[in-house]
């Protein structure tokens, strides 16, 4: 069964750093993208940017470029979002999902940042 | 970028109708276009990829079609459980791009 389990909710101040996952499991994960997609509060779905993990090609949309990190480690099958400073805008749910058509998705992590 | 643009923003229909949402694309998205369904809290599942494409174990109620720019899903017979907000989304192209959604409620 194809499973992608994201890290638990997150309670940050402005300023902070975070680095949050999804872990990929029942499938070959290197050979699928593993997209990551923004859900601020109300709102609908942004897509954010998008990794190969056999080779660690990342793409990003420009709204996002440079704002975030997207990374990989294969040997743990499991992809990674990461902001060096957040802001009190990144809050939101987070969802990864699978592949270029987002076939399976992970359950959501859900960011707050708040001073 | 390519924008896609769904219509309608939202939608009132009763148990048992049959309806239909369009989504236009910006520009030539070929049949690289997927459609998903929200419910509150949920994360989004997918339905639809390649335009016209079931994904496995979702009902045949769900049927979508079109190419180029304009895409249509439609979703017969509804039932109380088919009432959440559905979103296209392109992949022919990085960035990969949603729909504002359609929301779908009872009547």
């Known amino acids: 069964e194809v499973q992608l389990v994201q890290s638990g909710a997150e309670v940050k101040k402005p300023g902070e750093s975070l680095k949050i996952s999804c872990k990929g499991s029942?499938?070959?994960?290197?050979?699928?993208?593993i997209a990551w997609v923004r859900q601020m509060p109300g709102e609908g779905l942004e897509w954010m940017g998008i990794?190969?993990?056999?080779?660690?090609?990342?793409r990003y949309s420009p709204s996002f470029q440079g704002q975030v990190t997207i990374s990989v480690d294969k040997s743990i099958s499991t992809a990674y979002l990461q902001w060096s400073t957040l802001k009190a805008s990144d809050t939101a749910m987070y969802f990864c999902?699978?592949?270029?058509?987002?076939?399976?998705w992970g359950q959501g992590t859900l960011v707050t940042v708040s001073s | 970028d390519i924008q896609m643009t769904q219509s309608p923003s939202s939608l009132s229909a009763s148990v048992g109708d049959r309806v239909t949402i369009t989504c236009r694309a910006s520009?030539?998205?070929?049949?690289?276009l997927a459609w998903f369904q929200q419910k509150p809290g949920k994360a989004p599942k997918s339905l639809i990829y390649?335009?016209?494409s079931l994904q496995s174990g979702v009902p045949s109620k769900f049927s979508g079609s079109g190419s180029g720019t304009d895409f249509t899903l439609t979703i017969s017979s509804l039932q109380p459980e088919d009432f959440a907000t559905y979103y296209c989304?392109?992949?022919?192209?990085?960035?990969?791009?949603f729909g504002q959604g359609t929301k779908l409620e009872i009547k």
């Open positions: 999902a699978r592949s270029s058509t987002s076939d399976f």
């Open positions: 029942g499938y070959s994960f290197p050979n699928y993208w």
């Open positions: 990794i190969f993990p056999a080779d660690s090609d990342t």
């Open positions: 520009q030539g998205i070929t049949n690289y």
């Open positions: 390649a335009a016209s």
């Open positions: 989304q392109q992949y022919n192209s990085h960035p990969y791009t």
